[in-house]
């Protein structure tokens, strides 16, 4: 169910994709090292009585590119302002360089993931159709000037799409109806970055939307969430 949304052409700063067949000589000679996941902290969330909800990106480091899932917020602004944000934008942390971004994926475009998208002027942002079309159509949504700050340019996809060897974007409906997740292959393990498909680890124990179902029937090693301080990792049976 791969359906390639995109030519090639369209890819500039992906044209020096490797040959993902010289990937399966990795270890003998030219060692290549697997992508890895790092989450970076960049605001809270008021969302009950004193109780806050982190909100994360994560960067991927592929060997081919680095990939930024969702950008956080930056700002304040008044439709949020009763979830009181505690900003800790990518823009004003000093070990956190922006220019050495070359992809971002939104998983989908509530204000607390798409607002930084600004920041990556000149980078695509992959995101899904859907998600778009309702993010520019629907009230409430969305903060809609973060969606459409100038210079932002997104690659609308749609369906899975193989972004990078071993890197796909997947559908996964539920939180948005246009939500996507973001399965990495690294080192013989499968890691999800799933935004929002789950808010909770419950959300995965006990799985209830599509996306939350897909995500564990491709049965990963690990799923980083935007708002869980770690992965979520599948119960080990104890009894065996
Ligand atoms: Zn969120």
């Known amino acids: 169910m791969t359906a390639i949304a ?27 090292s697997p992508p890895t996941i790092t989450p970076v902290f960049v605001a809270d969330l008021l969302v009950g009585e004193g109780e806050r909800m982190p909100v994360y990106v994560h960067v991927v480091d592929h060997p081919d590119a680095r990939v930024l899932v969702d950008t ?19 823009s004003a942390q000093a070990d956190f360089d922006l220019a050495s971004i070359d992809v971002v994926i939104n998983t989908h475009l509530h204000f607390d993931h798409c607002g930084g998208n600004h920041l990556f002027t000149g980078r695509p942002i992959y995101v899904q159709r859907r998600e778009l079309d309702d993010a520019r159509s629907k009230d409430d949504y969305t903060i809609r000037e973060w969606v459409e700050a100038p210079g932002v340019r997104y690659v609308p996809v749609d369906g899975a799409l193989e972004l990078l060897p071993g890197l796909r974007l997947v559908p996964a409906p539920g939180h948005t ?17 799933g935004g929002d498909t789950a808010v909770f ?34 119960q080990v049976d104890q009894h065996v």
């Open 6 to 32: 995109l030519g090639t052409g369209q890819l500039p700063t992906l044209s020096a994709m490797r040959d993902p067949h010289s990937r399966k000589g990795e270890g003998v000679g030219n060692e290549v």
């Open 72 to 90: 956080g917020l930056t700002q304040l602004h008044p439709a949020v302002a009763d979830m009181d944000p505690r900003l800790s934008p990518l």
């Open 177 to 193: 109806p246009g939500s996507q997740i973001v399965v990495v292959e690294t080192g013989g393990r499968s890691v999800i970055v």
């Open 201 to 234: 680890f419950a959300d995965l124990d006990e799985p209830r939307t599509e996306g939350q179902r897909l995500v564990r029937t491709l049965n990963p090693d690990e799923v980083w969430l935007s708002h869980e301080h770690q992965p979520w990792r599948p």
